[in-house]
């Protein structure tokens, strides 16, 4: 028997749509950002820069209303690189969760209805993997891959991608694996065995229906994850940001932000301040959502 979401009740309730006004919001912010954003991010103007914003009105270097938020050092925008930093961590959340979910469904499932030889050297693998700290791990995969298996315009923005989905999968295909485990013995698993349905239709028509609420819980609790792992490997100067010429970041992110904002932190704390702002407000809605139907479907 397939378990259903209840959508009507997950639909009444206040925190699911504030939830979703905010995730929207900033989902068609980053699809928006190119027509919104008043500069270029990536543009440098020696003569405007380490401006603050544009309501500060110092004797030594006044705000204008070109720079809303003010500029970094090089004199970019730091409202540009904002908008576009949103781009980025939407873009790279957006993509490796759902990569990582596919990966973990496919060999959760596998694993849970094969048998008891490969469900000993996935455990005995996945082991092996817990067994190193998830960061450390990423880390490692972003060094060891950036530069080598994506275009150089990206830099390291695919490799961050494919390192996230290879560090996340774990923790759902173990989550499948166990769900799977305890639906085997139920009666409409052993009936569709019983008529001749071959396991791969059994995965896929019995199985994976009753355990796509436990993925869509899991892929929205760890959207937040790597927008924040994002940004605490860009404060490191490790992830999407590649420093050329002593320190000018190609690809725009929160993190880039962090790193490039730590010496202006007297100066103009909203460099590190908005976009911190930002995590915290789009990591609480995804939880916040994720809290919910977590919630309402456990007392289905």
């Known amino acids: 028997m397939i378990k259903l979401f209840p959508w009507k009740r997950a639909l009444r309730s206040r925190t699911v749509w504030f939830s979703l006004t905010v ?52 004199g970019r925008d730091v409202f540009s690189r904002l908008l576009y930093g949103t781009r980025t961590a939407m873009f790279l959340a957006l993509t490796s969760v759902p990569l990582a979910a596919f990966i973990g469904t496919l060999i959760g499932l596998i694993t849970g209805y094969a048998g008891v030889r490969m469900d000993a050297v996935f455990m005995l693998f996945t082991d092996m993997l817990n067994s190193l700290p998830g960061i450390m791990f990423l880390v490692i995969i972003v060094l060891i891959f950036r530069g080598l298996l994506t275009p150089s315009w990206a830099h390291g923005l695919f490799t961050l991608i494919i390192g996230f989905a290879a560090v996340a999968w774990v923790s759902l295909a173990r989550l499948v694996r166990i769900n799977v485990l305890q639906l085997k013995s139920q009666l409409f698993i052993e009936a569709a065995v019983g008529i001749g349905a071959s396991p791969w239709r059994i995965m896929t028509r019995h199985l994976l229906p009753n355990v796509l609420h436990v993925i869509l819980v899991w892929i929205i609790n760890n959207i937040p994850v790597v927008i924040l792992l994002e940004a605490v490997l860009g404060y490191i100067g490790v992830g999407v940001t590649s420093a050329v010429d002593g320190g000018e970041f190609t690809v725009v992110s929160w993190g880039g932000m962090f790193f490039s904002g730590r010496s202006l932190m007297s100066r103009n704390p909203l460099m590190l301040m908005i976009p911190s702002f930002s995590i915290l407000l ?14 309402i479907t456990r007392r289905e």
């Open 23 to 74: 995730i929207l919001a900033f989902s068609l912010l980053a699809i928006i950002t190119p027509r919104v954003a008043p500069h270029d991010p990536y543009k440098m103007k020696v003569t405007d820069f380490n401006l603050p914003p544009m309501w500060v009105q110092s004797t030594s270097a006044p705000g204008v209303a070109e720079y809303p938020l003010g500029t970094d050092r090089y």
């Open 282 to 295: 789009i990591s609480m809605s995804f939880l916040l959502l994720g809290d919910f139907l977590n919630g």
